[in-house]
């Protein structure tokens, strides 16, 4: 039967109320080469907050009050410590301010992410976390009197296996000031969620001691299988606390669907003994302990209907609230924590501009510009993951498949976990492919059919038949072919389907996806499954020869698609996670960066350095903008 039997016309057209809030991607500024569109999967806004120890007297912390979270107590009972993002959305910068909220000023700013200022115990020194230097996560030292730094953790004797995650959080003085705690995943493997078997790594931390002048480097306390994480000392420095928590249980502590149900205990340990000591059992995820006087020690219940503050006596009352982050002053009597906002940023949002070249600018997921100048996304996180088009300058928007409309489970689809995803362009801009089905963790249990449609909407039509996950489609040059990916029990890898003839070849039989076919035709790019704990960026020649693995750092590399100068743009977390991983909320894998790199594998740069996961990159030059 010919494919145009399967036509299906009169495709609704959605109105108003399906498309996503207007915007225009305004040209950038003067001098500026153009645009970079980009996806954050993080909050988009997050304010501090002040309270007595009960939770009464509820305010804002900060006068001038910005994206700002991860506050400490200055130990002069007047100050206070943070992170902030003002110098822009995703640049995580260090601030010190009046406890009063008053006199905010920048004790650590630049392109860097920089977080976690703690001060020392005689107000000298700052202790903080930085990607400054080699892009991964360690401990530094500020003198607030000479601003100078220095790493403490970057020095060649105390470097970790480089094909691990190596990365070091959280510091914390000790009361005499000469010893910093922290925790690390050093030496480490590289492991998936789902017991080895999934994309998002798990994470596996230990909790480490150095000296402020860099000697005295060793680990206090560890637990094969478990993460340890967020030490701080006793009042008298003879204990550090920690929460512990399966490594596997890393990954549903940052779950929406998980984090109710996560345990972790609050531990310490004896610094010079190693003598442990569990001070909590039973249900409920608990992050962030901290002694509050000799006898007493606080922590967060994060998620579940019992989310707040909490105390290891069980005498001292709680506090149900939604929060992150708290500390308590050192008498005890106040706690600072911060409020998240997860509202997904506006398209077109100004983020932070690693590139002085190029303005960043927030976009839904999978954006792709026709040649003929037209935007295609997928308006998953500001839609209903249905295909929406429009000018580059954000005008004349409309959708043109409507997922509502495919007989999917609204619920998945609420969850980002079914829809119309990964548009893609025919060479002469009628048509539009896309993927409609299941996706992500739902794709070995839900089949997904590759479709397309045409460009201004009027009529679509189904190019597989449904019966395995088929999906994250590619033009090829011509038009005259798509590659796309199929995934079940019995097929997985690459396919190119004859447009002409309706049928399809197979091009990979590996744990292949999101491919893209190079603008000269030449090279198919794609993600391959390359072991059982890691993904790298390939290309293949169309006829099958050519594999190439453009990507070897084992901390997953993906997202690949052609850039318009022939450079390869692409998700990469080969510097390892930004933050404790049980600490983030409602993401996948809660680091990555974006990396451009070239056709054959060289010259690969960071493009962003922040907190959060950022993906899906798609530059529009000026000329495009202002077309």
Known sequence: ????????????????????????????????????????????????????????????????AAFDYHATFGNDGASVYFTSERTGDGNSCLYRAALDGSRVEPLVT???????????????????????????????????????????????????????????????????GQWIAFSSDRN??????????????????SIYVIRPDGTGFRQVATRDGYCLGSPKWSPDGSRIVFYEITVEGTWGAHRPEAIGQVESQIVSVDVTTGARVEHTSGPHLKVAPQYIGADEIGYLVKGGPDEGLAYVSGTRPGVKRALRSPVWSPDGKSVIYEKLDYATRALDAPLYSWDSDWEYRFCDVFPVLSKQGRLAITDKQLGTSSIVTMRPDGSNQKVVFDSTSAGLDPAMVAKGLAGAFRPTWSPDGKWIAFGVGGWFQTRATSTATLMRVRSDGSSYEPLTDGTVNAGFPSYSEDGNRIVYRVWGPDAKGLRILDLRTGRSTVLTTEADNLPDWSPDGKLILFTRKTSATNFDVCTIKPDGSGLRVLTTSGANDGHAVWNHDGRILYNSGMYGFREEAALYDDTFQPYGQIFSMNADGSDKKMLTDSQWEDSMPLYLPQSVLSG
């Not at 950038?28 to 501090?48: D, E, F, Q, Y």
Request: hydrophobic content about 40%.
């Open 110 to 176: 630049g392109p860097a992410m920089d977080d976690w200022a703690v001060p020392s115990p005689d107000g000298t020194k700052v202790a903080y976390v930085s990607t400054s230097g080699d892009h991964r996560t360690h401990i530094w030292l500020l003198d607030l009197s000479t601003r100078k730094r220095i790493n403490l953790t970057g020095a060649a004797g105390l470097a970790g296996d480089p094909a691990s995650p190596d990365c070091q959080f959280r510091p914390a003085w000790s009361p005499d």
């Open 188 to 205: 480490t493997t590289w492991r998936g969620h789902g017991n080895g078997a999934g994309w998002e790594h798990t994470q596996e931390l």
């Open 1 to 64: 039967m010919k494919r145009r039997a399967f036509l299906i016309a009169g495709a609704t057209v959605a109105g108003a109320a399906l498309l996503p809030k207007p915007f225009a991607i305004a040209s950038a500024a003067a001098g500026k080469k153009g645009v970079m569109l980009m996806n954050r999967i993080g909050p988009s806004a997050s304010t501090l907050y002040i309270a007595d120890a009960d939770g009464t007297n509820e305010r804002k912390l900060l006068k001038d």
